[in-house]
């Protein structure tokens, strides 16, 4: 398994990890040292090795060696297969275990933004991408628009595509919960706090909404951690909690009292997402969600059934989405907290998740 950060494979692969231990299988972790590096190495049956590999751009001296560090590191492990996790392990490990013909998969779990914006770096970007994916025994797609993109970026339409409905949920974890009392409407964010995670346009909404509500609070659950180069700063984030239309209530190792306290999700994401785990575990609580009209977002939700599609990158089109589901009536909101419930026990469970794991496993023993 490799992944840029152990805080990914700690969070995203546990189950997946754990479900492969307990199919026989030895389990090596190659990923970027952070605090969950130790929880991994807790793991029966996982052997964690540092990869050193930045989060954002780094000199291309430093990505040069990252993707030699790691090319090294797989040639002296020798892997049966490879599961490659996050933008720069699938290029980095794609284009090492090409050369070493050793057989990989590439887990597509969102493209970012960085290569989506149409300039020629983000160009370049995508074509590396597509090349380091073309020799995968098969891509994890989260959503169909990004098989789109790297299609129209040269990955060839014989590569195997495997539709993943997310990373998966424990459902025994995230249990539901019936809504709480309907004054106020609680919505909650939950997730790193970057720019393109929308969290400045769902202050903007909240800052909206209070001119005429007061009956609608906002919980926003996330940290500057593992945060990209658009993360708020300090000083935006201080400035936000002094103006008070914002509860903020830092990064937190259990969200599942937060997602309980809320009537619904809000993911005001711009783009770049495969299938965001958060709202996959809301809906496993049987929290409906407002999320951006984007691939990835759009994907969660049944809209109008289990959640509401908002305009990305527009806090007034935001803020009347929210609206929308604060007057709903509360037969209307139960009754999509159970449909989120339901869609959840059908098609999110991380068992579905581990299966699919299992079965790309078998086929390097067959």
Not at 270 to 276: A, C, K, L, S, Y
Not at 320 to 346: C, G, H, L, N, W
Request: hydrophobic share 45%.
């Amino acid at each position: 398994m490799v992944s840029g950060t152990a805080w990914y494979l700690w969070n995203f692969r546990r189950h997946v990890i754990s479900g492969l231990v307990d199919s026989g299988w030895e389990i090596h972790a190659v990923a970027g040292a952070d605090a969950y590096s130790a929880d991994l190495a807790g793991l029966e049956g996982v052997t964690v090795h540092d990869w050193t590999v930045s989060l954002d751009d780094a000199h291309p001296g430093q990505e040069f060696m990252s993707l030699v560090g790691l090319t090294h590191m797989l040639r002296r492990l020798k892997p049966r297969i490879v599961f490659n996790n996050g933008i720069k392990a699938n290029v980095y490990g794609g284009l090492a275990c090409r050369a070493l013909r050793l057989p990989y998969v590439n887990n597509i779990s969102g493209l970012g933004m960085r290569i989506r914006r149409g300039t020629r770096g983000s160009t370049v970007l995508a074509r590396l991408y597509a090349v380091a994916s073309a020799g995968a025994k098969a891509l994890l797609i989260q959503n169909p628009g990004d098989l789109e993109f790297l299609r129209s970026h040269g990955l060839p339409a014989s590569c195997r595509a495997i539709r993943t409905m997310g990373s998966g949920v424990d459902l025994a974890q995230f249990t539901p919960v019936p809504l709480p009392e309907d004054w106020p409407v609680r919505i909650v964010f939950v997730g790193r706090l970057q720019a393109d995670k929308g969290i400045h346009d769902l202050v903007a909404a909240a800052r909206i909404l209070s001119r005429t509500r007061d009956d609608i609070a906002v919980d926003v659950v996330g940290g500057l951690q593992h945060a990209n180069a658009g993360a708020v700063t300090q000083e935006t984030l201080s400035d936000w909690e002094a103006e008070g239309l914002v509860t903020f209530a830092g990064q937190q190792a259990d969200v599942r009292p937060f997602l309980a306290a809320a009537h619904a999700l809000v993911m005001p994401s711009h783009g770049g997402e495969g299938m965001p785990k958060v709202i996959i575990e809301a809906a496993a609580m049987g929290r409906p969600a407002i999320v951006s009209d984007i691939d990835g977002c759009r994907d969660s939700i049944v809209a109008g059934e289990t959640g509401l599609p908002a305009p990305p990158r527009d806090p007034d089109g935001l803020a009347r989405v929210i609206a929308t589901f604060a007057d709903m009536p509360a037969s209307r909101k139960t009754a999509m907290s159970q449909a989120a419930r339901a869609r959840a026990e059908a098609a999110f469970s991380v068992e579905t998740i581990v299966e699919i794991y299992r079965e790309l496993v078998s086929e390097v023993d067959s």
